[in-house]
């Protein structure tokens, strides 16, 4: 049945099912044992850290995740739930029909039933900060020199957007949008940099090759978006949008701002190594 998105799907590349322990349950042809068990573990990873940014897409009951999404410059991985405590992982080339492979990855989820339901060890909604922990909170409008104007700036512009926050390739906040005090700021940077890890070591399953360029990680939850993008050399930008929310238009004016805040925090660090 899985092979069926191979078969099924053109520029499809392989499938996987695996439990949110990170076991494989069962994937196309093609791939090797270690293949399996490193995807089967990062996506695993992701899932977990995913669900500590749930807050950061927005206050709701409703915290549902729906999907995740990884680029590269040569492909694509596309992770969707399949059972409780079970997902399903696809790679495909960069052209591929996105509409086709989600729907036949849903269609399998539909067929694999509670054949492939792996109850979770933990409670996904133990992991989500409740609404007075100061995990979940927002603190004005941030630290004094914290605040990047021009990503308030992409926010206005961007109809649905909410955050932003930029990370250094040392996995430590450099600046955010108004809004996002220190505390949010080192739990989302935290939970993004080990995001970024996991979504790094699927290029192999994404494209064949270790060192394909990563460009994107979106996670699409019931309440709205998260996604990560590359920001230079090592570092990466973190938003969170809602659910109506043009996420091209929104990435494409946080990509625009990019070499800016490059040169800038370059300069700023040149500064600080000559004072």
Not at 142 to 169: C, K, M, N, Q, Y
Not at 220 to 226: A, L, N, P, S
Not at 260 to 273: I, K, N, P
Request: charged fraction near 20%; proline fraction near 4%.
């Amino acid at each position: 049945m899985v092979q069926d998105i191979v078969d099924n799907v053109p520029r499809a590349r392989h499938a996987v099912v695996l439990s949110a322990d990170g076991i494989a349950r069962g994937a196309t042809d093609g791939l090797t044992t270690q293949d399996v068990r490193t995807i089967s573990a990062a996506m695993a990873g992701m899932q977990s850290l995913s669900r500590a940014t749930t807050h950061f897409a927005g206050a709701s009951q409703d915290r549902q995740w729906n999907q995740t999404i990884i680029e590269f410059a040569q492909g694509w991985v596309f992770l969707i739930g399949a059972g409780q405590g079970a997902y399903l992982a696809a790679a495909a080339e960069p052209d591929v029909d996105m509409q086709q492979i989600s729907f036949r990855m849903h269609r399998l989820v539909a067929r694999l039933g509670n054949n492939l339901t792996s109850p979770p060890r933990v409670n996904a909604a133990d992991a989500v900060p409740a609404a007075g922990d100061p995990a979940g909170q927002q603190e004005g409008a941030g630290s004094s020199g914290f605040v990047i104007p021009e990503l308030d700036e992409a926010i206005t512009a961007a109809r649905g957007a909410r955050h932003a926050l930029l990370l250094g390739a040392d996995g430590l906040p450099r600046g955010a949008s108004s809004g996002i005090g220190r505390d949010m700021a080192d739990t989302i940077s935290a939970a993004m940099t080990g995001i970024h890890a996991y979504s790094r070591a699927t290029a192999p399953f994404a494209s064949g090759r270790r060192d394909d360029d990563w460009r994107q990680t979106v996670i699409e939850f019931q309440h709205g978006w998260i996604f990560l993008i590359a920001a230079g050399e090592g570092a990466f930008l973190a938003a969170a949008a809602e659910p109506d929310c043009d996420i091209e238009d929104f990435s494409t004016r946080l990509s625009e701002l990019v070499p800016v805040l490059t040169a800038r925090h370059a300069s700023r660090g040149e500064r600080a190594r000559h004072a």
